[in-house]
């Protein structure tokens, strides 16, 4: 049950768009179309914006979207806004019936 | 408006035993799945646990195996995680959530705090 691979940290000015990778292997994120992504801002609980490697649910904005390759998912913020400074999470399940979490990457926008 | 509330953090020896619960509302509850995720200060998610709607199928994360047991009581919307020869480590912030499909985990509790004190 390894941690899926995360930038430690990535930032961007409002309005670019960035990309955060989250790399697994072909027992988790390569298997399965399982891969979710959560937002989470200091003291609060994560909410999840994509899960399903692609699927918005209601209320998220369609500025975040999700994709994948292979073994690496990512999620792309476009149009990037001050709010979206956060910690991002990637989470998929596996071929364990487990789930595994990527180790975090901290959004700064400049 | 569907609601997870967490309970039962405290402060304990190492070592020791505590019961967390994890209540549900707003939701037809003997439907989902339940996860267990915590947070160590200043650390990342790592899952914990989850149980399906009927109780047979459990799974858990190999940091916990064999210490850490979860439950379930449809009959009061009610997911239990019992923990026991707590270590330094299991000091976190644990969160119960809902399963909407595979790791569709939404919404989140608050997080209730355990502190394992050495």
Partial sequence: ?110 | EVQLVESGGDLVQRGGSLRLSCAASGFTFSCCTINWVRQAPGQGLEWIAYIKSDSRTIAYADSVKGRFTISRDNAKNSVFLQMSSLRAEDTAVYYCMRDRGYVFFDPWGQGTLVTVSS
Avoid at chain 1, 13 to 32: E, K, R
Avoid at chain 1, 60 to 77: E, P
Avoid at chain 1, 82 to 105: I, L, M, Q, R, W
């Fill in chain 1, 1 to 110: 049950q390894s941690a899926l691979t995360q930038p430690a940290s990535v930032s961007g000015s409002p309005g670019q768009s960035i990309t955060i990778s989250c790399t697994g292997t072909s027992s988790d994120v390569g298997y399965y179309n399982y891969v979710s992504w959560f937002q989470q801002h200091p003291g609060k609980a994560p909410k999840v914006m994509i899960y399903d490697v692609t699927v918005r649910p209601s209320g998220v904005s369609n500025r975040f979207s999700g994709s994948k390759s292979g073994d690496t998912a990512s999620l792309t913020i476009s149009g990037l806004q001050a709010e979206d400074e956060a910690d991002y999470y990637c989470s998929s399940y596996t071929t364990s019936s487990t789930v595994v979490f990527g180790g975090g990457t901290k959004l700064t926008v400049l």
